[in-house]
Nanobody
């Protein structure tokens, strides 16, 4: 199991930016893929972006492409989500998750989760 703590959420106007962080502990950080998910009120938790263990491979959902950037600093055991040009529909609780393997191509199982951080985008 990995312990994950998100931070960086808040209230921002449409068109603004936020950077979320996810600090990890409990396993060798570079050994597992990481991902961001989000859950809006009344909706299911949705995948946003993922990054491989070494950090060289990233994937995004269509709504995140071109606006969000996922990255990680394995020396700091921390993953980030830079969110630009935010829209009201991005309002949600954002969760980070750790996978059970390093490579994204082998469809990691997301088996550790943080507590979430609220992002609210006003119009």
């Amino acid at each position: 199991q990995v312990q994950l703590v998100e931070s960086g959420g808040g209230l921002v106007q449409a068109g603004g930016s936020l950077r979320l962080s996810c600090a990890a502990s409990g396993r060798t950080f570079s050994n597992y893929a990481m991902a961001w998910f989000r859950q809006a009120p009344g909706k299911e938790r949705d995948y946003v972006a993922a990054i491989s263990g070494p950090g060289g491979i990233t994937r995004y959902t269509d709504s995140a492409k071109g606006r969000f950037t996922i990255s990680r600093d394995n020396a700091k055991n921390t993953m980030y989500l830079q969110m630009n040009n935010l829209k009201p529909e991005d309002t949600a609780v954002y969760y980070c998750a750790a996978g059970d393997r390093s490579a994204l191509g082998s469809s990691p199982r997301w088996d550790s989760w943080g507590q979430g951080t609220q992002v609210t985008v006003s119009s």
